[in-house]
């Protein structure tokens, strides 16, 4: 089990990076066209937002392999220590009932949109809409992987809790 979270480690953190980077030298490029060269790149734009969207998404799931989404703890400061286990328990099995709805219908979206073409690039919208079912995947298994490691350890994450 950890080697295969492993690899999503690194296949998720690989795919940040390249669409990072791609975002950052698409929009450094366009800046230096229109500023110095007069002359901007015509699709540069949309691909600007198809990055800026999957890095949302990926990073949305990273956020998740780490636990580190922003959540108001109000509740968990008000609970009592006997319940708090069992609070941080029902929260995971909220994020995954969630997850697995929104990858359920991004799947359906998904495959609604795959007749649009973006006009600059060319480019199927479904290749856009396709990130979310993707990184509902990953953030499905990294919650789930949560949710164990709570069930096993409580205490671990009633001290994460405690901290927030």
């Given at each position: 089990?950890?080697?295969?979270?492993?690899?999503?480690?690194?296949?998720?953190?690989?795919?940040?990076?390249?669409?990072?980077?791609?975002?950052?030298?698409i929009v450094a490029s366009n800046v230096?066209?229109?500023?110095?060269?007069g002359s901007s790149i015509s699709w540069?734009?949309?691909?600007?937002?198809?990055?800026?969207?999957?890095?949302?998404?990926?990073?949305?799931?990273?956020?998740?392999?780490?636990?580190?989404?922003?959540?108001?703890?109000?509740?968990?400061?008000?609970?009592?220590?006997?319940?708090?286990?069992?609070?941080?328990?029902?929260?995971?099995?909220?994020?995954i009932l969630i997850s697995a709805l929104?990858?359920?219908?991004?799947?359906?979206?998904?495959?609604?949109?795959?007749?649009?073409?973006?006009?600059?690039?060319?480019?199927?919208?479904?290749?856009?809409?396709?990130?979310?079912?993707?990184?509902?995947?990953?953030?499905?298994?990294?919650?789930?992987?949560?949710?164990?490691?709570?069930?096993?350890?409580?205490?671990?994450?009633?001290?994460?809790?405690?901290?927030?």
């Amino acid at each position: 089990m950890k080697q295969l979270f492993s690899i999503l480690d690194r296949t998720l953190e690989g795919l940040l990076f390249l669409v990072l980077f791609t975002m950052v030298f698409i929009v450094a490029s366009n800046v230096f066209g229109r500023f110095i060269l007069g002359s901007s790149i015509s699709w540069g734009e949309e691909v600007a937002k198809i990055s800026l969207t999957y890095l949302t998404f990926f990073g949305a799931a990273y956020a998740m392999k780490d636990n580190s989404h922003y959540t108001f703890d109000f509740l968990i400061q008000k609970l009592s220590q006997r319940w708090l286990p069992y609070f941080l328990a029902f929260r995971w099995l909220v994020i995954i009932l969630i997850s697995a709805l929104l990858l359920y219908w991004s799947v359906e979206v998904t495959l609604g949109i795959t007749g649009w073409i973006m006009p600059s690039t060319g480019i199927n919208r479904a290749f856009v809409y396709g990130v979310t079912p993707v990184s509902m995947i990953f953030l499905l298994l990294y919650a789930m992987r949560n949710f164990i490691a709570n069930l096993k350890n409580p205490a671990l994450y009633m001290d994460l809790a405690n901290k927030t």
